[in-house]
């Protein structure tokens, strides 16, 4: 999540360090031991250490959100965030002709506070998908425990720790979301230098944990053209990976993902950032102890959906994707029989969801279904 000013927080601060066998271990302690003995690793590795990390990772370890955490997420903010998705999906379920065997699926749900707004809405209008079996993706024990708590006991919840897992444990056709989840995966960076692309490694210069040049590395067709010296990108492979997992089982078998993130509908750049209680700080500063994470490249991501015959509409931003799928005509309605002060809410929420300045442009949304199903609601006029 992008930094948004404050002071450090204390969940930041939380796990400093967990035992591991008989020393305190910290993610810090850990790299360098890697480095030491086996040398550089690619900044891939660094980023998945520092916020996967089994043991001491920052998912692993904390609830990051909220305005004490490091960062606010969209669900967060609002619950007319989760309402809209939910009615979104709703009318995407409702246009495949309800299939039976649907399922609920989240990537990186978080407090859970999404799926738990979504599922409050289909309860009142599509009792079926408010009874279909929930498949979430998440690798965090401390989250996994308050989403149990959040979604509550009504519905039969299933954890995946990954995307590959849950599309192979899901027959039927997928119907969910996947919000803030895909800048989590880790990035790789390359520099140009003297006429090629070279891999970022970190390593350990006089001593410190930084960045080291790890020669030249094949291209790719998802980096820039005509970079100049100097010039940083990124790819995802990862994020390519669970794309291509989740356009397999749509393509064979129907549904429809929202994907919400920050991102280009293209390279990124140079874009990784650490974010601790709402402030940027140096990628290397007290690894596993900020949230890392990367702007999604939408290009890339469609690419991948389209290898596996399926598509990828979009990117919209999340403003204008918000705005014509009704977010307004809803605030109003919500507002109809409120306070002077929950309209004010409800007016600072909206701005903050959809304003160019705060999320509404920086934000883009992407919907996932299988090849030539017209150009649905809330993407109108974009070309894909
Ligand atoms: N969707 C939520 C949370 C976004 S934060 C919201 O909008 O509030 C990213 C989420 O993805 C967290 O739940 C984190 O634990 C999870 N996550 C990060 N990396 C992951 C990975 N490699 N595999 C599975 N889950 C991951």
């Given at each position: ?38 040398g550089p690793m690619p900044f891939e590795a ?25 960062f606010v997420t969209a669900p967060e903010i ?200 709402h402030r940027p700080v140096d990628l290397f ?100």
């Amino acid at each position: 999540m992008p930094a948004d000013g404050g002071g450090r927080g204390l969940s930041a601060l939380a796990a400093e360090t967990v035992m591991t066998g008989e020393a305190p271990q910290t993610v810090e302690d850990e790299i360098r031991r890697r480095i030491e003995t086996g040398g550089p690793m690619p900044f891939e590795a660094y980023m998945a250490a520092c916020i996967g990390a089994a043991e001491a990772g920052y998912y692993q370890t904390r609830d990051p959100f909220g305005e004490a955490g490091d960062f606010v997420t969209a669900p967060e903010i609002s619950g007319m965030f989760g309402e809209m998705c939910g009615l979104y999906l709703a009318h995407m379920y409702e246009l495949s002709g309800k299939p039976t065997h649907a399922v609920v699926a989240e990537l990186g749900p978080g407090r859970g506070t999404l799926m738990r707004d979504m599922r409050h809405t289909w309860s009142a209008l599509v009792p079926e998908l408010a009874a279909a079996p929930v498949h979430l993706v998440e690798t965090s024990p401390v989250l996994r425990t308050i989403q149990k708590d959040t979604i509550g006991e009504s519905a039969p919840v299933t954890w995946h720790a990954n995307t590959n897992e849950l599309t192979a444990a899901t027959p039927g056709p997928l119907f969910g979301i996947a919000n803030e989840f895909f800048d989590a995966l880790p990035a790789a960076q390359l520099v140009w230098q003297d006429g090629s692309w070279h891999r970022r490694m970190v390593g350990l210069v006089d001593d410190r944990i930084g960045f080291v040049d790890g020669g030249a590395a094949i291209d790719d067709p998802g980096l820039p053209n005509a970079p100049q010296d100097g010039m940083v990108a990124e790819l995802c492979p990862e994020a390519d990976l669970v794309m291509v997992a989740l356009a397999r089982s749509v393509a064979a078998r129907g549904g429809a993902m929202l994907v919400i993130d920050y991102g280009r509908n293209g390279n990124p750049g140079d874009s990784v950032q650490a974010v601790a209680a709402h402030r940027p700080v140096d990628l290397f500063h007290q690894p596993g102890q900020a949230d890392l994470s990367h702007w999604v490249d939408f290009a890339a991501l469609r690419r991948a959906a389209e290898t596996q015959g399926a598509r990828l509409i979009g990117p919209v931003t999340q403003g204008r994707f918000l705005m014509r799928i009704g977010l307004a005509m809803r605030a109003e309605q919500a507002g109809a029989h409120a306070s002077p002060e929950e309209r004010r809410a409800l007016l600072a929420a909206i701005d903050r969801l959809t304003s160019p300045a705060q999320m509404g442009e920086v934000f883009k949304v992407a919907l996932l279904v299988s090849a030539g199903s017209g150009q649905p609601p809330g993407f109108e006029t974009e070309s894909s």
